[in-house]
Nanobody, 121 residues
Framework: QVQLVESGGGLVQAGGSLRLSCAAS????????MGWYRQAPRKQRELVAT???????NYADSVKGRFTISRDSAKNTAYLQMNNLEPEDTGVYYC???????????????WGQGTQVTVSS
């Protein structure tokens, strides 16, 4: 089984910055893409950013130029640097990873428990 644990959320004023971390642990043979999603109150979960094993990145239009996703494959950890935060960025941020728990197994998608980000105006 693969576990994802997020950290780094909190309360910040508009214009501030936060850095989220997502550490994967457990039975891991390999990890392909990792990413971040978020869910605001009364809204559906939405994609924020993804990064492949080769380092290719993809961002939601709303965060381009403000957020940067990165990963340390040796540590099975992904990061989300969030700058110039806006109140609209408030929500629970979830880490996700496509991982193979064993050699020869298929890739499965795993989710973390989420970390709250609150941006005050």
């Amino acid at each position: 089984q693969v576990q994802l644990v997020e950290s780094g959320g909190g309360l910040v004023q508009a214009g501030g910055s936060l850095r989220l971390s997502c550490a994967a642990s457990g039975s891991i043979f390999s990890i392909n893409a990792m990413g971040w999603y978020r869910q605001a109150p009364r809204k559906q979960r939405e994609l924020v950013a993804t990064i492949t094993s080769s380092g290719s990145t993809n961002y939601a239009d709303s965060v381009k130029g403000r957020f940067t996703i990165s990963r340390d494959s040796a540590k099975n950890t992904a990061y989300l640097q969030m700058n110039n935060l806006e109140p609209e960025d408030t929500g629970v941020y979830y880490c996700t990873a496509a991982a193979r728990p064993d050699y020869g197994s298929a890739y499965f998608r795993y989710w973390g428990q989420g970390t709250q980000v609150t941006v005050s105006s």
